[in-house]
C-alpha cells in the first residue's frame, strides 16, 4: 500500500494558476503511474490526467487538455500537476492515485491508494 498526501490547493480568481503536489511513500515509487482526479460537489468523481511511470506518456480530460500539466519526479517520490487558466468549472476537491497495473486509465476503478484531497476553489 502507497500513503499519498495531496498539497497546493487554495482560492485563485479566474485565469489564475495553481500547482497541486502529491507526496507518496514507498521505495517503488516509479514502477507504476499515477493520476490525479477531481470531484466537485454533488457530481461524481472524474479523471484528469495521468502519467505513466518514468513520465515516458500522458493523457488528460479533454475538459483539461492544454491547461493542465501533470509531471512527476521520482527522485522526490513525488507527482505534480500544474493548473493554468482556471475556470470555476475547475471548482472540485483533487485527489492524487495510484493507478493498478492494469487498471483503466480514466476510471476511478482503475486506481487504488488514494490521497486525502487538497481543495482548489476559482472565483469568478
Known amino acids: 500500500q502507497v500513503q499519498l498526501v495531496e498539497s497546493g490547493g487554495g482560492l485563485v480568481q479566474a485565469g489564475g494558476s495553481l500547482r497541486l503536489s502529491c507526496a507518496a511513500s514507498g521505495r517503488t515509487f516509479s514502477t507504476y503511474a499515477m493520476g490525479w482526479f477531481r470531484q466537485a460537489p454533488g457530481k461524481e468523481r472524474e479523471f484528469v490526467a495521468v502519467?505513466?511511470?518514468?513520465?515516458?506518456?500522458?493523457n488528460y480530460a479533454d475538459s483539461v487538455k492544454g491547461r493542465f500539466t501533470i509531471s512527476r519526479d521520482n527522485a522526490k517520490n513525488a507527482v505534480y500537476l500544474q493548473m493554468n487558466s482556471l475556470s470555476p468549472e475547475d471548482t472540485a476537491v483533487y485527489y492524487c492515485a495510484r493507478r493498478k497495473l492494469t487498471g483503466t486509465y480514466n476510471t476511478v476503478a482503475g486506481y487504488d491508494d488514494w490521497g486525502q484531497g487538497t481543495q482548489v476553489t476559482v472565483s469568478s
Open positions: 502519467i505513466s511511470g518514468r513520465a515516458l506518456s500522458t
